[in-house]
């Protein structure tokens, strides 16, 4: 189904699917571009070198009554921008103001404590939505209460203090924003950054320093301002025509000729890759999400869905000085590919004098190092548990369960209750018609047996905490549960699958009954971190009634890809009380919804946004509209949604809402 650049302007530039309003799966998508930029400011790829984010260093340290050190470190979420495209700017959310944030660099068994600070605007500057945040140390086995629980959310003004005891082997993790119900948007925006821990057996066998490279990944698009572009294709998932490698577009590489290690990391929200180098030589894959593989694999080439992670080596001591060679993308089922989403990046091998320290320079490792995910047999396994992931209605489901669930339950309802130290066997699958999943199990890293009964990937035997599972595939998952008691999420990390609604949640060791040491939202609250900036310069102090501690008891509902009007920084003082005065819904005939919304402070620009909260479904945006200066709002549209709303809710972005019941005749 190609589609020229003209058909794709007219579009929008915000993807195929969304506008031709397809919810099937893809199949084999191509278009020419996606974004809406002029010409002269579309990123060439190889015009830009590849940027490697700082690193982080800790503020200071505490000594604990056992005489360990616990090193402080400290990260502000901001806005920001972005040198992208050429000759614009992009708006971004950053932590640190920077996309990606800056890696954290640990020993095993060293603990951190991260101040994480949310000092975002109240509200999305294009999208609209609140703010709050929550982390993801994607790869740790933290306890629920530091584990970025969907639901454990911090809002403007408050900080999160997270501990990680950093007592597993040496992996490459990363870490994200986990906001419930707008992940996909936050992480887009830039909210993502790596984090690397090391042990000795990891430090003696691979390439360290300047030779071991961190490449996040991701793609967008982007609107003619040079902002980003966003539509989620009805929460099917968001492809971006331009490739960005550590924040730049198909950047360029100059390299030794020795052997390097890259630590690619999947940072894109829906899109996966099946990367290959262009010569066609292999490359040697030394770890997976959890660490070091038992022994080295050559491959030619890999998938990798969105938050999986591979270490690999390249020698590029086989090639002359002046060689040009560049990381590809063959792409795979159910991506939509443009111009240049073949292309990732390139490397420059240069005539310069070769630095031959540290390991692995010269000498590719074969064996590497086991781990207990890889030393697990099947007939440890104390029970086996069927799932499938797949779509229903417009809603996304795991094992047949929700996140809207597991919220209406109290944060009670499991989709598994495994006892602390099982070993168990999850068999995965996804038959449901299409689109592929990358399902991401909080806590543990777990060994894939089998795929469709077939062996794992070579590229896939190491220990892992995200699975790919393609169309039609059933892959089954050997795991133990270990480390910790409590309750942790199982959720797509395709990120508009997850907000819309595809996480559960299990229990390891405790019955959700019970009182909980360890309860992932209420265990360790949020804090003031004093004045916050405004966009005039002044500062306003967090209240509970503006983004402070106060805890959500529901989840804020999900967000389309309908960009919502812009809004304003909140002032200090603000109080807004908004009404419904008007609610019918003709089903086939027309939709009307009318109201007030009576402000006292002095923002402008503000929106109401409306939900489907119509009993027995998960809540749904179905539109926004602007408050006049009157105080006045109202939506009408012809003829309406296809189902029968019975309740309706209106969200001000000035911090108000209401609720009503919806005429249907």
């Not at 703010?131 to 454990?152: E, R, V, W």
């Not at 809710?649 to 005749?665: E, I, L």
Request: glycine share 10%; net charge neutral.
């Amino acid at each position: 189904m190609p589609v020229s650049r003209r058909q794709a302007l007219q579009i929008g530039g915000v993807g195929i699917i969304g506008a031709l309003g397809l919810a099937v799966p893809l199949s084999s998508v191509s278009a020419k571009s996606a974004s809406l930029l002029d010409p002269r400011n579309m990123p060439k790829p190889y015009q830009r070198e590849l940027t490697i984010p700082p690193v982080l260093q800790p503020k200071s340290y505490t000594i604990g009554a056992d005489g360990k050190k616990t090193h402080l470190y400290q990260i502000e979420q901001t806005a920001g921008m972005a040198s992208i495209v050429p000759g614009l700017k992009t708006p971004i959310l950053g932590y640190n103001g920077s996309f990606p944030g800056p890696t954290i660099k640990v020993n095993q068994g060293e603990r951190i404590t991260l101040e994480m600070d949310n000092l975002l605007p109240l509200f999305h500057p294009q999208w609209g939505y609140r703010l709050d945040t929550s982390t993801h140390l994607h790869g740790s086995a933290s306890l629920p209460q530091y584990d970025g629980y969907a639901n454990d959310i911090t809002g403007r003004g408050m900080c999160k203090d997270y501990e990680y005891p950093n007592f597993q082997p040496a992996r490459t993790l990363w870490y994200h924003d986990h906001a419930v119900h707008n992940t996909a948007q936050s992480v887009y925006s830039g909210l993502a950054g790596q984090y690397h821990l090391h042990d000795e057996v990891e430090r003696n066998l691979l390439p360290q320093g300047k030779f071991d490279v961190p490449l996040t990944i991701s793609d967008a698009m982007f609107a003619r301002s040079g902002e980003l572009g966003y539509n989620d294709n009805t929460h099917s998932g968001l492809w971006g025509d331009v490739i960005l490698v550590n924040g730049a577009p198909w950047p360029v590489m100059k390299v030794q000729r020795r052997i390097y290690r890259f630590r690619i990391l999947n940072a894109s929200i829906s899109r996966s890759y099946r990367f290959q180098l262009s010569t066609g030589d292999p490359v040697t894959m030394v770890a997976t999400d959890g660490g070091l593989m038992p022994s080295a694999q050559q491959v030619t080439s890999w998938r990798q869905s969105g938050a999986e992670r591979y270490e690999i080596l390249i020698d590029f001591s086989k090639y002359p000085a002046g060689k040009r060679v560049e990381l590809r993308n063959l792409s795979n089922k159910n991506n939509v590919d443009y111009d240049n989403t073949g292309r990732i990046m390139a490397f420059d091998v240069t005539g310069d004098p070769v630095d031959t320290s540290g390991p692995a320079a010269k000498v590719l490792p074969t064996q590497l190092a086991g781990s207990t995910a890889m030393s697990l047999t099947p007939s440890q396994s104390v029970k086996t548990r069927r799932m499938r992931v797949k779509r229903d209605n417009d809603i996304w489901t795991i094992g047949g369960m929700t996140w809207d669930e597991v919220i209406k339950s109290g944060y009670k309802k499991v989709l598994a209750d495994p006892g602390l130290n099982d070993v168990e066997i999850w068999e995965v699958e996804n038959s449901s018609g299409g689109w592929f999943h990358p399902l991401h199990i909080h806590l543990v890293d777990f060994q894939i047996l089998s795929r469709n009964g077939r062996p794992p990937f070579p590229y896939e035997r190491g220990p892992k905490d995200t699975v790919y599972v393609g169309e039609g595939e059933t892959v089954r998952l050997l795991m133990k549960f270990e480390h910790h008691r409590g309750r942790y999420m199982i959720h797509c990390h395709n990120l508009p699958h997850e907000d819309h609604d595809m996480m559960a949640q299990f229990s390891v060791g405790y019955n959700p009954n019970d009182p909980d040491p360890n309860d992932p939202i209420e265990a360790v609250r949020p804090h003031h971190i004093g004045p916050v900036p405004t966009t005039d310069g002044g500062s306003t102090q967090p209240t509970e009634g503006t983004g402070g501690s106060t805890q959500p008891t529901e989840a804020a509902a999900p967000v389309t890809s309908q960009p919502a009007a812009p809004v304003t920084t909140e002032p200090t003082v603000q109080k807004d009380v908004v009404t419904i005065t008007s609610a019918r819904h003709r089903l086939n005939k027309d939709i009307t919804f009318a109201g007030t919304s009576k402000y006292t402070g002095t923002a402008t620009g503000a929106s109401v946004a409306l939900y489907d909260v119509t009993p027995g479904r998960a809540a749904t945006r179905i539109g926004t509209t602007t408050i006049n200066s009157l105080g006045i709002w109202s939506w009408t549209t012809k003829p309406g949604p296809s189902r029968q709303i019975t309740a309706v809710r209106a969200d001000s972005s000035r911090g108000g809402t209401a609720s009503a019941t919806v005429r249907t005749r």
